[in-house]
T-cell receptor, first 112, second 113 residues
Framework: DGGITQSPKYLFRKEGQNVTLSCEQNLNHDAMYWYRQDPGQGLRLIYYSQIVNDFQKGDIAEGYSVSREKKESFPLTVTSAQKNPTAFYLC???????????FGPGTRLTVT | AQSVSQHNHHVILSEAASLELGCNYSYGGTVNLFWYVQYPGQHLQLLLK????DPLVKGIKGFEAEFIKSKFSFNLRKPSVQWSDTAEYFCAVKDGNNRKLIWGLGTSLAVNP
């Protein structure tokens, strides 16, 4: 059953702690994306990666980091430098040459 | 910078009413246009897309959208909504040179039975 998995669905952390959100896809897609979704603000791009071992900052990369060591995996670390980390995080992937992005179920992160 | 504007942030309709959600974009060149939908508790998924050709595009679940180049618009329509259409709808645009999608802020649609 092909798709994108994000884990966990809900995540709670204390302020000042780094936290890593998982994103795995078995669609053999080349590109992967991380978005942040806040009420009334749509989707904002954090980071994206077109190929393994390469990634680019999106529009709101500050306070986040990523890695792309494997084609299937694109974990996102929310660092303590992110001023307002509580949000819903969406991972997406896309096949090279296609424009349709496929989305995972999301992780809701709450930092207190 | 490119931008995508969705005019309606919250829409409430009764079942069988007609729906039109507005989407305008700022880029003047060749664009690819998308509408995505996020049903409660479900993944964001593609509703329909326009790349070229017939400007009237048909999508899933009876939705359609019309690309009007002169108005920089890609409005989403459905002649008769159902309760199950309750969801958040996002318009997105990709221009010819950009590897990223530019997203609208979304429109929350509530359909009352």
């Amino acid at each position: 059953d092909g798709g994108i998995t994000q884990s966990p669905k809900y995540l709670f952390r204390k302020e000042g702690q780094n936290v890593t959100l998982s994103c795995e896809q078995n669609l053999n897609h080349d590109a992967m994306y991380w978005y942040r979704q806040d009420p009334g603000q749509g989707l904002r791009l954090i980071y994206y990666s077109q190929i393994v071992n390469d990634f680019q900052k999106g529009d709101i990369a500050e306070g986040y980091s990523v890695s792309r060591e494997k084609k299937e995996s694109f974990p996102l670390t929310v660092t303590s430098a992110q001023k307002n980390p509580t949000a819903f995080y969406l991972c997406a992937s896309k096949l090279e040459g296609s424009y349709e992005q496929y989305f995972g179920p999301g992780t809701r992160l709450t930092v207190t | 910078a490119q931008s995508v504007s969705q005019h309606n942030h919250h829409v409430i309709l009764s079942e069988a009413a007609s729906l039109e959600l507005g989407c305008n974009y700022s880029y003047g060149g060749t664009v690819n246009l998308f509408w995505y939908v996020q049903y409660p508790g479900q993944h964001l998924q593609l509703l329909l897309k326009y790349f070229s050709g017939d400007p009237l595009v048909k999508g899933i679940k009876g939705f359609e959208a019309e690309f009007i180049k002169s108005k920089f618009s890609f409005n989403l329509r459905k002649p008769s909504v159902q309760w199950s259409d309750t969801a958040e709808y996002f318009c997105a645009v990709k221009d010819g040179n950009n590897r990223k999608l530019i997203w609208g802020l979304g429109t929350s649609l509530a359909v009352n039975p």
